[in-house]
């Protein structure tokens, strides 16, 4: 079992910048990939970034490339998404995810946290 705790959100505006950040603990040794999601209201769950918890690759999706930063701390088992230059469109639930298995790095998570709410005024 893992167990994913997330924190950061809040409000902010147009341009302004957040750090979320996700506490992992239980069997975080196992892990494989580290992601991030979001779901607005009346939307599915996106994919938003991944990092593989050993190796450190990352992978994001288009609309945050170059925007959205994901980075992890082994010592500390905490996950990192600094988001940069945001817009009213990333406002959301972000939720932190493990997952044990290599593979895609978007799909089939097997924990999640309780989620954050960041909200983008314009």
């Known amino acids: 079992q893992v167990q994913l705790v997330e924190s950061g959100g809040g409000l902010v505006q147009t341009g302004e910048s957040l750090r979320l950040s996700c506490d992992a603990s239980?069997?975080?040794?196992?892990?494989?990939?580290m992601g991030w999601f979001r779901q607005a209201p009346g939307k599915e769950r996106q994919f938003v970034a991944a990092i593989v918890w050993s190796g450190g690759s990352t992978y994001y999706t288009d609309s945050v490339k170059g925007r959205f930063f994901i980075s992890r701390d082994n010592a500390k088992n905490t996950v990192y998404l600094l988001m940069t230059s945001l817009k009213p469109e990333d406002t959301a639930v972000y939720y932190c995810?493990?997952?044990?298995?290599?593979?895609?790095?978007?799909?089939?998570?097997?924990?999640w946290g309780q989620g954050t709410q960041v909200t983008v005024s314009s």
């Open positions: 995810a493990c997952k044990q298995r290599g593979g895609s790095y978007y799909l089939s998570y097997d924990y």
């Open positions: 239980g069997r975080t040794f196992s892990s494989y990939y």
